[in-house]
């Protein structure tokens, strides 16, 4: 999947070479789009932009179903382009989660980490329950992974193969890394509501002192997770 400036993301087909679909249009973003993410199940994306907005956007639906279908058969060498998939409105969209421009978001199970610039913090946050009655947009916040993000924008968290830890650099040559898995074991090991927002100090790892002025802007952890 690729974010665009033409306020589009694309489903792609690396091995055949084919843009499946194009989420984008009435229900799209509305400025140029700057994170995209999967869901580990496949069945989702998410995508976030500088119109301040996330989207979630489905890739069960029966015609994106179909298009990834059809491009395993696509023959890239042809004359002939693969015609991909419109989707035009998310299946959720919220400008409520962050006050700027979001530059990074991820899946986190079912669950959602997402961040923008001078907000110090990632936001873990989730869709209210199906049975709950709320807005459209509605979101209900979980825990604030707290850190200084400084006034540098496009600073990419990570997580781990296992997803149980999430590292996030920043413009003062640190690196901050928190134990989402220790923090959901014990949310769930308390009687607290979700209405209660956790705020989670991580780990600090600095550069030398000659480096510290030095903006860190992505981070990624090995295999093992060390």
Same mark, same amino acid.
């Given at each position: ?31 140029? *789009? #700057?994170? &995209?993410?999967?869901? =580990? ?14 989207? /979630? ?74 049975? *709950? #009655?709320? &807005?459209?947009?509605? =979101? ?14 496009? /600073? ?71």
């Amino acid at each position: 999947v690729s974010a665009s400036r033409d306020e589009s993301a694309r489903l792609w087909d690396v091995s055949r070479g084919g843009c499946v679909a194009i989420f984008a249009g009435a229900g799209g973003h509305t400025e140029q *789009v #700057l994170t &995209a993410d999967i869901h =580990m199940s496949g069945h989702r994306l998410v995508t976030g932009g500088v119109d301040n907005t996330l989207k /979630i956007w489905s890739l069960n639906s029966t015609s994106i179903q179909h298009a990834i279908k059809a491009s395993r058969e696509y023959d890239a060498s042809g004359s002939v382009p693969f015609k991909s998939v419109m989707s035009h409105f998310p299946e959720y969209s919220s400008n409520k989660v962050h006050s700027d421009y979001v530059d990074c978001a991820k899946w986190w199970g079912d669950l959602l980490l997402s961040k923008a610039p001078h907000e110090q913090q990632i936001t873990c946050w989730t869709r209210p329950e199906p049975d *709950v #009655l709320a &807005a459209e947009d509605a =979101m209900v916040p979980l825990a604030a992974l707290e850190y200084h993000t400084g006034d540098v924008w496009y /600073i990419k968290f990570a997580l781990d193969n296992m997803h149980q830890m999430c590292a996030a650099g920043n413009d003062r040559g640190e690196i901050h890394v928190w134990s989402l898995h220790q923090w959901l074991h014990n949310k769930r090991g308390t009687s607290e509501t979700s209405e209660c927002v956790d705020h989670l100090r991580g780990q600090l790892l600095t550069l030398p002192p000659n480096d510290k002025k030095r903006t860190i802007r992505a981070v990624c952890f090995s295999h093992q997770a060390r």
